[in-house]
């Protein structure tokens, strides 16, 4: 038996021009299903690794994200008094309101425009966000029209550099002071500006999209929402941080994954049918070898296994080189746009052990499915009938 399965793989070194076609449109079927789940992973592992289970987000009642959150000033109070806040040193509250907005900008290519996410912050933020920090430049002084700038935006946006300008609205310039790195986070394709600097280029002067508390604990999130909760008037919503992420995350993900999954399916399709139409002709040719394999006592089911074992190995090694590829792409940067904002955000490729798995085993599947019904054939030959042929 072991004589038959090496004079099976043997062969697909004769046919070794039609062996590197099947083999190519494999690894193509195995690279789209990779990277595809690979790109949905890094998708959830950028937006989700901006949350922390020990912050908690409010924003208005049913709103999806940030972006089409706004409320009053005054909440911002509210926040502060609900229980279960950490305190600084001084015994101050670790809140912190924000306003976000939108701004079209230029790429580098100049032929298009993106969208940006423009946070306007406040002095604390990086007391409530200790992940970020400073990579170049320096933190943005209040009162003032300086911007910081996430280190993911800089190679689409080169404008956006340390020492450069642009507009936040018509007549209101701010100037670039620092570049800031969060982990690799979907904060990093963000710009923040001063709070009131944010409010008044869009016209919001008193209001805010989110406030961000810092717990004491994880477990205090239920005390922390309650009174604020049940405040019908200001009608808000609290949600840990990683939560809210989690779930604006998932959205992209699914999409990224179903196209991934839609094309695989018709990749499949096409190399079901390659490696048939490959294997039947490789039957067709091999008529007198199968005759005399049989003749020299080799049964229906050693010829069947041959043949199987051919069609199997031709797609591994198409789902080898198809995970080779997939592995490179994390050597890439993937701009996008967040459904959740409609801005654009830079993800990176994350190497997802499931995903990879998943796309081997469908190449195992193309390669049995598509040599099943030429081994059943050579299978069932005559070996007087094919020794004359």
């Not at 670039?176 to 002067?205: H, P």
């Not at 054939?377 to 094919?386: H, K």
Request: with cysteine; hydrophobic share 50%.
């Amino acid at each position: 038996m072991f004589g038959l399965l090496t004079y099976a793989l043997r062969s697909l070194w004769a046919r070794r021009m039609t062996t590197l076609a099947t083999t190519a449109g494999i690894a193509l079927l195995v690279f789209v299903l990779a990277a595809s789940g690979m790109l949905a992973s890094g998708m959830r592992q950028t937006i989700a690794s901006a949350g922390d289970t020990t912050r908690a987000i409010v924003m208005q009642h049913d709103q999806w994200s940030e972006s089409g959150s706004l409320f009053d000033q005054s909440v911002l109070g509210q926040v502060a008094a609900a229980p279960g806040i950490r305190r600084d040193d001084r015994g101050q509250p670790l809140v912190t309101g924000e306003l976000v907005t939108t701004q079209i900008l230029g790429v580098i290519s100049g032929d298009r425009l993106s969208t940006i996410f423009i946070r306007g912050v406040s002095g604390n933020v990086l007391q409530l966000r200790p992940e970020v920090r400073i990579a170049s430049g320096r933190a943005i002084q209040p009162g003032t029209a300086e911007a910081l700038v996430g280190k993911s935006l800089l190679p689409l946006q080169p404008d956006l550099a340390v020492g450069h300008s642009f507009e936040l609205a018509a007549g209101r310039p701010v100037t670039v002071v620092g570049v800031f790195e969060a982990g690799g986070s979907v904060l990093e394709s963000e710009v923040w500006v001063d709070l009131d600097a944010a409010r008044s280029a869009v016209g919001q002067e008193g209001k805010l999209s989110s406030v961000t508390a810092r717990l004491d604990q994880e477990g205090s999130l239920d005390a922390f929402a309650l009174p604020l909760t049940q405040d019908k008037q200001t009608g808000l919503d609290v949600a840990r941080e990683s939560a809210y992420y989690t779930k604006i995350s998932g959205g992209m993900a699914s999409v990224i994954s179903a196209l991934g999954v839609v094309e695989a399916v018709i990749f499949s399709l096409g190399a079901i049918c390659a490696t048939m139409i490959v294997f039947y002709g490789a039957v067709a040719q091999r008529r007198r070898e199968v005759g005399v394999l049989r003749a020299l006592g080799f049964g229906r089911a050693a010829i069947l296994a041959a043949f199987l074992s051919e069609s199997v190995a031709l797609a591994l090694a198409g789902g080898g080189i198809g995970v080779g590829l997939a592995l490179l792409t994390p050597l890439l940067d993937f701009t996008t746009v967040n459904f959740a904002t409609g801005t654009e955000v830079t993800f990176a490729f994350h190497p997802d052990p499931s995903a990879l798995l998943w796309a081997v085993l469908v190449a195992f599947g193309v390669g049995l499915l598509g040599g099943t019904l030429p081994a059943l054939r050579a299978a069932r030959m005559s070996p007087v009938l094919a020794m004359r042929a």
